[in-house]
């Protein structure tokens, strides 16, 4: 195959020049920049102007012969901006009905609560979320993720709209089901059952018939097609064959759906460059359609094998309105994140490259899961946890480190305010404990001292994350135990809650979540973080320091990106007001500024999940992180340069005396 080298400038690096292969067939197009729409330059010249969602060039045309109608001017505003939609096609998948009830359960809790504040934070629109369950799950799926903001489609229907047809589905049963979408022409039908572009869009017609039924049309060439260089002239067939008859004021309910057959499941990639390209001949064919005021609003799919590492770099591309999700969408885990890169930066790690280090262990521990540190600058001393273990650790960075077992699992540990060194607060499995952690072999028999019960005395949550506020109050947070699997999975029954000096229990927020972690306090004690791990997003909340106050003003701080594993652990403030989270499974600790969501600074560790950080030492300039096996579970250490210090934990104020 001929080919042509096109430059591209890289929207990382405006001042460095990329290439890639055009084929030949595709050679009248010239890339000029293919531009993050999120931090667009401007690129213009001979021809029209290609605009990206910023408003700002990025694809220009160079044959007279075309029709520049779907070429945008600078013009472009974000009055015609298009809403990403990201679908996940679960084809004949899961096997059983419980196995689908777990992953929407899972997708609920994911959504239920996190979807407002994901693309304001970022300046952008939430995507439109869709799923397409086989339809022996759609009426369990609607009712599982009501509320939760995420749709329900049907992979396809019938020819009919009732009688003798035994096994068909028609369009009016879906819609009264209240599925929001159809999926039609998608690639396995089409080479599968035989489906033809008449038999497709007879389809399209009775699904529009049908009130506020919407089509998500499936059009790409498989790899023979593709070899042979027919990408344009069979997406233009697809789709004038499809829409055939379709009214202009009936394709705001259409959604097109690029499938190149050839990448999937042939290991061959299709980048995302190639993605554009095939994009522009989609709006090209609805630009002769229906004119390049339609074109220009139709949203474009691309369903190549995306996954939560491609999507990112694909949505920077100016025609890709977002992704068909194939595999990757029967994991909760995969698609949330695929939908979060519906919308994130891929510059999410900061406007510039920040600054890196590496942590260093310091203590072989091989805690199983080392959690919960504090540094306590009275005993110049580090205390945490191995929570499944049921130990106390400490260390004064002098002398060998100690531990102590208490005889429950633990969730977290505190400074508790005493006349005598060593003296911590802990959240046990069924009560908060104080503890005199000390050297001295002869006070173990005293063992741990029951302050008062937990909250939620059921077997399905424990105590997990928490600190001490600025006022000597004891926040924390439970866990769910099966929220990856098992009775309770994916539902939100996890409180948070703080413990005052009377050893009185205040419930803080007025919804449950799962896991909670990142709680954390700056300076001031105003503001509070929090983020339920599965969400990978991370909230700032104003603080109520008066009695039976509640969390208010709920803000996203940060999402996780779309390309990187795992999620939020636990996390800390530093004395400039920097939080500091620690990504258990992505193998390092962040410093995000909560004012922008910028990320100035990456610790790096040789292992895969660290769960907690803290500052210590003399001077509060050492980082301390705890980590948890298979690899890791032991503690590591970073000093920290650029004049970033810590700040002093408090301690745990206990006035009522327990007998």
């Given at each position: 195959?001929?080919?042509?080298?096109?430059?591209?400038?890289?929207?990382?690096?405006?001042?460095?020049?990329?290439?890639?292969?055009?084929?030949?067939?595709?050679?009248?197009?010239?890339?000029?920049?293919?531009?993050?729409?999120?931090?667009?330059?401007?690129?213009?010249?001979?021809?029209?102007?290609?605009?990206?969602?910023s408003?700002?060039?990025?694809?220009?045309?160079?044959?007279?012969?075309?029709?520049?109608?779907?070429?945008y001017?600078?013009?472009?505003?974000?009055?015609?901006r298009r809403?990403?939609?990201?679908?996940?096609?679960?084809?004949?998948?899961?096997?059983?009905?419980p196995?689908?009830?777990?992953?929407?359960?899972?997708?609920?809790?994911?959504?239920?609560?996190?979807?407002?504040e994901?693309?304001?934070?970022q300046?952008?629109?939430?995507?439109?979320?869709?799923?397409?369950?086989?339809?022996?799950?759609?009426?369990?799926?609607?009712?599982?993720?009501?509320?939760?903001?995420?749709?329900?489609?049907?992979?396809?229907?019938?020819?009919?709209?009732?009688?003798?047809?035994?096994?068909?589905?028609?369009?009016?049963?879906?819609?009264?089901?209240?599925?929001?979408?159809?999926?039609?022409?998608?690639?396995e039908?089409?080479?599968?059952?035989?489906?033809?572009?008449?038999?497709i869009n007879?389809?399209?017609h009775?699904?529009?018939?049908?009130?506020?039924?919407?089509?998500?049309?499936?059009v790409g060439?498989?790899?023979?097609?593709?070899?042979?260089?027919?990408?344009?002239?069979?997406?233009?067939?697809?789709?004038?064959?499809?829409?055939?008859?379709?009214?202009?004021?009936?394709?705001?309910?259409?959604?097109?759906?690029?499938?190149p057959?050839?990448?999937?499941?042939?290991?061959?990639?299709?980048?995302?460059?190639?993605?554009?390209?095939?994009?522009?001949?989609?709006?090209?064919?609805?630009?002769?359609?229906?004119?390049?005021?339609?074109?220009?609003?139709?949203?474009?799919?691309?369903g190549?094998?995306v996954?939560p590492?491609?999507?990112?770099?694909?949505?920077?591309?100016?025609?890709?309105?977002?992704?068909?999700?194939?595999?990757?969408?029967?994991?909760?885990?995969?698609?949330?994140?695929?939908?979060?890169?519906?919308?994130?930066?891929?510059?999410?790690?900061?406007?510039?490259?920040?600054?890196?280090?590496?942590?260093?262990?310091?203590?072989?521990?091989?805690?199983?899961?080392?959690?919960?540190?504090?540094?306590?600058?009275?005993?110049?001393?580090?205390?945490?946890?191995?929570?499944?273990?049921?130990?106390?650790?400490?260390?004064?960075?002098?002398?060998?480190?100690?531990?102590?077992?208490i005889?429950?699992?633990?969730?977290?540990?505190?400074?508790?305010?005493?006349?005598?060194?060593?003296?911590?607060?802990?959240a046990?499995?069924?009560?908060?404990?104080?503890?005199?952690?000390?050297?001295?072999?002869?006070?173990?028999?005293?063992?741990?001292?029951?302050?008062?019960?937990?909250?939620?005395?059921?077997?399905?949550?424990r105590?997990?994350?928490?600190?001490?506020?600025?006022?000597?109050?004891?926040?924390?947070?439970?866990?769910?135990?099966?929220?990856?699997?098992?009775?309770?999975?994916?539902?939100?029954?996890?409180?948070?809650?703080?413990?005052?000096?009377?050893?009185?229990?205040?419930?803080?927020?007025?919804?449950?979540?799962?896991?909670?972690?990142?709680?954390?306090?700056?300076?001031?004690?105003?503001?509070?973080?929090?983020?339920?791990?599965?969400?990978?997003?991370?909230?700032?909340?104003?603080?109520?320091?008066?009695?039976?106050?509640?969390?208010?003003?709920?803000?996203?701080?940060?999402?996780?990106?779309?390309?990187?594993?795992?999620?939020?652990?636990?996390?800390?403030?530093?004395?400039?007001?920097?939080?500091?989270?620690?990504?258990s499974?992505?193998?390092?600790?962040?410093?995000?500024?909560?004012?922008?969501?910028?990320?100035?600074?990456?610790?790096?560790?040789?292992?895969?999940?660290?769960?907690?950080?803290?500052?210590?030492?003399?001077?509060?300039?050492e980082?301390?992180?705890?980590?948890?096996?298979?690899?890791?579970?032991?503690?590591?250490?970073?000093?920290?340069?650029?004049?970033?210090?810590?700040?002093?934990?408090?301690?745990?104020?206990?006035?009522?005396?327990?007998?």
């Amino acid at each position: 195959m001929r080919t042509i080298t096109t430059v591209v400038a890289a929207a990382f690096f405006p001042s460095v020049a990329v290439s890639f292969q055009v084929p030949r067939h595709l050679s009248t197009w010239r890339t000029a920049s293919f531009i993050n729409r999120s931090a667009p330059i401007q690129t213009c010249g001979l021809g029209g102007c290609f605009a990206n969602r910023s408003g700002k060039s990025s694809l220009q045309q160079t044959s007279p012969n075309e029709d520049n109608a779907v070429w945008y001017d600078d013009s472009f505003t974000s009055t015609t901006r298009r809403s990403p939609v990201i679908a996940g096609n679960w084809k004949l998948n899961p096997a059983t009905l419980p196995e689908a009830v777990n992953l929407l359960k899972l997708l609920s809790s994911n959504f239920l609560n996190h979807r407002s504040e994901t693309a304001s934070n970022q300046g952008e629109e939430a995507p439109e979320v869709v799923i397409f369950p086989p339809s022996p799950y759609l009426s369990v799926a609607i009712s599982e993720l009501e509320g939760s903001g995420i749709k329900v489609g049907a992979q396809n229907i019938g020819l009919e709209t009732k009688g003798a047809f035994t096994g068909e589905v028609a369009a009016s049963m879906v819609r009264s089901l209240g599925c929001d979408y159809v999926m039609l022409g998608h690639s396995e039908r089409r080479s599968l059952y035989e489906e033809t572009d008449k038999d497709i869009n007879t389809k399209v017609h009775l699904c529009l018939q049908e009130p506020n039924l919407s089509v998500i049309l499936c059009v790409g060439e498989t790899e023979e097609e593709y070899e042979n260089e027919l990408l344009r002239s069979v997406v233009d067939v697809q789709i004038k064959k499809g829409l055939m008859g379709v009214e202009g004021y009936d394709v705001d309910r259409i959604v097109i759906a690029y499938e190149p057959v050839w990448a999937i499941g042939t290991g061959k990639v299709a980048t995302p460059e190639q993605a554009q390209i095939a994009h522009v001949a989609v709006r090209q064919t609805l630009a002769q359609l229906y004119g390049p005021d339609i074109a220009r609003k139709v949203r474009i799919q691309y369903g190549g094998s995306v996954t939560p590492q491609s999507i990112d770099d694909l949505m920077t591309m100016p025609d890709v309105d977002g992704a068909l999700v194939g595999g990757a969408s029967l994991t909760a885990d995969s698609f949330t994140r695929i939908t979060d890169g519906g919308v994130s930066n891929p510059l999410a790690l900061g406007a510039k490259r920040p600054k890196e280090l590496t942590a260093r262990e310091c203590v072989t521990t091989k805690n199983v899961l080392g959690e919960s540190p504090v540094w306590s600058v009275k005993d110049q001393c580090l205390y945490w946890i191995s929570a499944p273990e049921e130990e106390v650790w400490a260390w004064n960075l002098k002398d060998a480190p100690y531990r102590r077992l208490i005889g429950t699992m633990l969730g977290c540990v505190a400074l508790k305010e005493s006349d005598e060194k060593g003296s911590l607060v802990l959240a046990g499995e069924r009560a908060f404990l104080g503890l005199n952690m000390s050297r001295n072999t002869d006070d173990f028999a005293s063992g741990a001292q029951t302050l008062c019960e937990r909250p939620e005395q059921v077997e399905a949550t424990r105590p997990n994350d928490g600190r001490v506020d600025r006022q000597g109050r004891f926040v924390f947070g439970m866990y769910n135990n099966y929220h990856r699997a098992g009775a309770s999975a994916g539902e939100n029954n996890a409180g948070l809650y703080r413990l005052n000096e009377k050893l009185e229990i205040e419930s803080l927020l007025d919804y449950k979540y799962r896991v909670s972690n990142c709680i954390c306090f700056p300076q001031e004690g105003d503001v509070m973080y929090f983020c339920d791990t599965p969400t990978r997003k991370v909230y700032a909340f104003d603080y109520p320091k008066e009695a039976g106050g509640k969390l208010s003003n709920r803000r996203l701080v940060w999402t996780v990106p779309a390309n990187l594993p795992g999620g939020p652990d636990g996390a800390q403030v530093d004395a400039d007001g920097y939080l500091w989270i620690a990504l258990s499974g992505a193998g390092r600790v962040l410093r995000v500024d909560p004012s922008s969501g910028a990320v100035d600074l990456v610790v790096h560790l040789p292992v895969d999940c660290p769960t907690s950080c803290t500052f210590g030492g003399e001077d509060l300039d050492e980082l301390f992180i705890t980590t948890r096996g298979p690899d890791g579970g032991g503690l590591y250490r970073v000093k920290m340069p650029f004049g970033i210090k810590g700040l002093a934990e408090p301690e745990f104020k206990v006035t009522r005396t327990v007998e």
